[in-house]
């Protein structure tokens, strides 16, 4: 008989190049598992199956980069916001556009379906939510409420209401027969990143930059439990489909929480880095991420995942419908009502003709001829979209899970961590051989492997940039020399040790320097201390100050920073170059119109000393803004976050030119 063969708990799928330029959102079919649909900043959206590393179908009409996706219950529609405010829904089956929707005026942020009807929600930088009718192609309601960029919706399973989560820390539920607000979660510290219902129960969970998750109760609108634990903002959350527990996607982990009482049942270590969704399948989670133009998916095998106290966890047929479970105590809540449903009468939007896919305007008819849906692969688009068998769908509902690799080492740490327990960290054993690496699957990318330092330096980051671990252990020559590793390897990772703890002192010290002026004097002079001590950082830790409260700034103040901003803006560093550009957009908003106004006025009669010196300080900012247009007209052409934020500094800069 064989020997049972040791598998993870989580390891890497697959890894694409997905587009041509940086990928800026992605989305998983919920009811499959296996259909992924990735934007990018070349506009297009394409899309694939999770475990092949060819483009099924692309996408194209928007004229900027993708910022919002999300595919219908069935999976055959998709809808994708841009950048400009536009949305277009696709119908995949057909392989056109359907509608393309217009009324935005900022980023799309936000996308969900109604689970039964042919209604699209849609959460934008504007600050508002739209329902859109995707049959008549019109706005049916504008909810108005949130003060800041709507980052995620989501409607009830029973499709009355439609939970809300943005910048301004807040979650919002809006009944949508009655057309207006139901309740406000405030207790949020920071922006809330995600929202989700529970798949029966009268349960919301939100999950924020803040690092808390929270559970809300849609009865009695009040928190049921707070998980503040976290070390990383809450990037996506999930309720198992039998509702029995929450998963959590973190930076480069998945956690497993309950909420009554709150507690964490599991901790599973997946290198996905920041993941954007989850899907569950055949007892299997699968989580994607994106860096850059790559798009990685990854598998968590929930059958070695710990999901409650108590009850022991086996498959889960998420393909069946699921039934409510009986109350068994105080502590359970109202069920959702479901409206029936049939084969014979699907909820789904039904077309009686190809006249009515059609949109009656002429606008519609223009977007249908520049939108186009190119497929790439025939065979695969003929197997999932068009089926023989109309009944039976590809991705099939009963797909066979994902086959779990073998551990690279029979002795190796567990990847399942458990909460109790600290992260084991795996070392180098010198007394024993490393096998021979496990077959991976295949990475269609041509990226090399070669570790290079980037022009940019990210403002979050796992790792030091361009340094290796390995770098700085010593090579293992002979057992005998097993005793001294440990010390060698120490005193290799101590060796900048004390310069390091040299910078961080003086650093300190120049803060320290810069908080005594500014409790004795004011702002001007605390930031004049800061550009004397010639350190950058001290400067960019004042500014993230200063730029949180608009009233400290004067004329005067934006004289002494105008100069500094302009080295931020050229920094690698991306977190100095985020701060330049807070900062400059804050004086643009407030001074730019009030420089201009005062130069172009003509010159004044008599000696007005004031006056000759705000003339004096405008003519500076001016001067110092001019050479600032140049490095913001030469970034503006970059992709991604930056180039939007270029591009929007470039607009305030206009009257410059």
Same mark, same amino acid.
């Given at each position: 008989?064989?020997?049972?063969v040791?598998?993870?708990?989580?390891?890497?799928l697959?890894?694409?190049?997905?587009h041509?330029s940086n990928?800026?959102?992605?989305?998983?079919g919920?009811?499959?598992?296996?259909?992924?649909?990735?934007?990018?900043?070349?506009?297009?959206?394409?899309?694939?199956?999770?475990?092949?590393?060819n483009?099924?179908m692309?996408?194209?009409g928007h004229?900027?980069?993708?910022e919002?996706?999300?595919? +219908?219950t069935?999976e055959?529609?998709?809808?994708?916001?841009?950048?400009?405010?536009?949305?277009?829904?696709?119908d995949?089956?057909?392989?056109?556009?359907?509608?393309?929707?217009?009324g935005?005026?900022?980023?799309?942020?936000?996308?969900?379906?109604h689970p039964?009807?042919?209604?699209?929600?849609?959460?934008?930088?504007?600050?508002?939510?739209?329902l859109?009718?995707? #049959?008549?192609k019109?706005?049916?309601?504008?909810?108005?409420g949130?003060?800041?960029?709507?980052?995620?919706?989501?409607?009830?399973?029973?499709?009355?209401w439609?939970?809300s989560?943005a910048?301004?820390?807040t979650?919002?539920?809006w009944?949508?027969v009655?057309g207006k607000?139901?309740?406000?979660?405030?207790e949020?510290?920071g922006?809330?990143n995600v929202?989700e219902?529970?798949?029966n129960?009268?349960?919301?969970?939100?999950g924020s930059?803040d690092?808390?998750?929270?559970?809300?109760?849609?009865e009695?609108?009040q928190?049921?439990?707070?998980?503040?634990e976290e070390?990383?903002?809450?990037?996506?959350?999930?309720?198992n489909?039998d509702?029995?527990?929450?998963?959590?996607?973190?930076?480069?982990?998945?956690?497993?929480?309950?909420?009554?009482?709150?507690?964490?049942f599991d901790?599973v270590l997946? @290198?996905w880095?920041?993941?954007?969704?989850?899907s569950?399948? @055949?007892?299997?989670?699968?989580?994607?991420?994106?860096a850059q133009s790559t798009?990685?998916s990854?598998v968590?095998?929930?059958?070695?995942?710990?999901?409650?106290d108590?009850?022991?966890h086996?498959?889960?047929?998420?393909d069946e419908?699921?039934v409510p479970?009986?109350?068994?105590?105080?502590?359970?809540?109202r069920i959702?009502?479901?409206?029936?449903t *049939?084969?014979s009468?699907p909820?789904?939007?039904?077309?009686?003709?190809?006249?009515e896919r059609r949109s009656?305007?002429s606008?519609?008819?223009?977007d249908?001829?520049?939108?186009?849906?190119?497929i790439? +692969? $025939?065979?695969?688009?003929?197997?999932?979209?068009? %089926?023989?068998?109309?009944?039976c769908?590809?991705?099939? #509902?009963?797909?066979? $899970?994902?086959?779990?690799p073998?551990?690279?080492?029979?002795?190796a740490?567990k990847?399942?961590?458990?909460?109790?327990?600290?992260p084991?960290?795996?070392?180098?054993? %010198?007394?024993?051989?490393l %096998?021979?690496?496990v077959? #991976?699957?295949?990475?269609a990318?041509?990226a090399p492997?070669?570790?290079?330092?980037?022009l940019?330096i990210?403002?979050?980051r796992?790792?030091?940039?361009?340094?290796?671990?390995s770098?700085?252990? $010593?090579?293992?020559?002979?057992?005998s020399?097993?005793?001294?590793?440990d010390?060698?390897?120490? *005193?290799?990772? #101590?060796?900048?040790?004390?310069?390091m703890?040299?910078?961080?002192?003086?650093r300190?010290?120049?803060l320290?320097t810069?908080?005594?002026?500014w409790?004795s004097?004011?702002?001007k002079?605390?930031?004049?201390?800061?550009?004397?001590?010639?350190d950058?950082?001290?400067?960019?830790?004042?500014?993230?100050?200063v730029?949180?409260? %608009?009233?400290?700034?004067k004329?005067?103040?934006?004289a002494?920073?105008l100069p500094?901003?302009?080295?931020?803006?050229?920094?690698?560093?991306?977190?100095?170059?985020?701060t330049?550009?807070?900062?400059?957009?804050l004086?643009l908003?407030r001074?730019l119109?009030l420089?201009?106004d005062i130069l172009?006025?003509p010159?004044?009669?008599g000696?007005?000393?004031?006056?000759?010196?705000?003339?004096?300080k405008?003519k500076?900012?001016?001067?110092?803004?001019? +050479?600032i247009?140049?490095?913001?007209?030469?970034?503006?052409g970059?992709?991604?976050?930056?180039?939007?934020?270029?591009r929007?500094?470039?607009?305030?800069?206009?009257?410059?030119e």
């Amino acid at each position: 008989m064989a020997e049972a063969v040791a598998t993870k708990t989580a390891w890497k799928l697959h890894e694409i190049t997905a587009h041509s330029s940086n990928v800026s959102s992605l989305v998983l079919g919920k009811t499959s598992g296996r259909l992924l649909a990735t934007g990018g900043d070349d506009c297009r959206v394409n899309i694939w199956s999770v475990n092949k590393p060819n483009c099924i179908m692309s996408l194209t009409g928007h004229t900027s980069p993708i910022e919002s996706l999300q595919v +219908n219950t069935n999976e055959k529609l998709i809808v994708a916001g841009s950048q400009s405010g536009s949305i277009r829904v696709w119908d995949l089956e057909a392989a056109k556009i359907l509608r393309s929707l217009l009324g935005h005026k900022a980023n799309i942020c936000s996308l969900d379906f109604h689970p039964y009807g042919s209604i699209v929600a849609s959460g934008s930088l504007d600050t508002n939510i739209k329902l859109w009718d995707v #049959r008549k192609k019109s706005c049916v309601f504008r909810y108005k409420g949130h003060t800041e960029a709507v980052r995620c919706l989501r409607f009830s399973p029973d499709g009355k209401w439609l939970a809300s989560a943005a910048d301004d820390h807040t979650v919002k539920l809006w009944d949508l027969v009655a057309g207006k607000l139901v309740f406000e979660f405030t207790e949020h510290t920071g922006p809330v990143n995600v929202v989700e219902f529970h798949p029966n129960e009268y349960l919301l969970a939100s999950g924020s930059s803040d690092r808390t998750v929270r559970f809300w109760d849609l009865e009695k609108f009040q928190v049921v439990s707070c998980i503040e634990e976290e070390a990383t903002p809450v990037r996506c959350v999930l309720f198992n489909p039998d509702g029995c527990c929450l998963y959590s996607g973190f930076q480069d982990s998945l956690r497993v929480y309950g909420w009554e009482p709150e507690r964490c049942f599991d901790v599973v270590l997946v @290198n996905w880095g920041k993941v954007a969704d989850l899907s569950v399948r @055949n007892n299997q989670l699968i989580g994607v991420s994106f860096a850059q133009s790559t798009v990685s998916s990854f598998v968590v095998d929930l059958s070695r995942v710990t999901k409650s106290d108590s009850i022991p966890h086996g498959l889960i047929r998420d393909d069946e419908p699921l039934v409510p479970p009986t109350p068994t105590g105080s502590s359970l809540r109202r069920i959702y009502d479901r409206p029936s449903t *049939s084969c014979s009468k699907p909820q789904r939007v039904k077309h009686n003709s190809e006249s009515e896919r059609r949109s009656p305007s002429s606008e519609d008819d223009r977007d249908e001829k520049e939108s186009k849906a190119e497929i790439q +692969n $025939p065979e695969d688009y003929n197997e999932i979209f068009q %089926p023989k068998n109309a009944i039976c769908r590809t991705p099939p #509902r009963n797909s066979e $899970p994902f086959p779990a690799p073998p551990e690279d080492e029979p002795i190796a740490a567990k990847e399942a961590v458990k909460p109790t327990r600290a992260p084991d960290v795996q070392m180098l054993l %010198p007394k024993q051989e490393l %096998p021979n690496p496990v077959q #991976r699957p295949p990475i269609a990318s041509s990226a090399p492997l070669t570790r290079a330092e980037p022009l940019v330096i990210p403002a979050a980051r796992n790792e030091p940039i361009g340094l290796k671990a390995s770098d700085f252990l $010593p090579a293992v020559k002979s057992q005998s020399q097993t005793e001294l590793v440990d010390e060698e390897a120490i *005193s290799q990772i #101590r060796k900048g040790h004390e310069t390091m703890c040299v910078v961080l002192t003086s650093r300190r010290k120049n803060l320290d320097t810069v908080q005594a002026v500014w409790s004795s004097s004011d702002v001007k002079n605390s930031v004049d201390s800061a550009v004397a001590i010639n350190d950058l950082s001290v400067v960019v830790d004042l500014l993230n100050i200063v730029n949180q409260k %608009p009233s400290l700034w004067k004329l005067d103040l934006c004289a002494i920073v105008l100069p500094q901003v302009e080295k931020l803006l050229q920094s690698k560093y991306e977190s100095y170059v985020q701060t330049g550009c807070t900062s400059l957009k804050l004086i643009l908003q407030r001074f730019l119109p009030l420089i201009t106004d005062i130069l172009a006025a003509p010159p004044s009669v008599g000696v007005d000393i004031t006056r000759e010196e705000r003339l004096h300080k405008c003519k500076l900012c001016y001067k110092q803004l001019k +050479n600032i247009n140049s490095i913001i007209k030469n970034k503006s052409g970059l992709s991604g976050r930056h180039g939007s934020t270029f591009r929007e500094l470039h607009l305030l800069m206009a009257v410059l030119e």
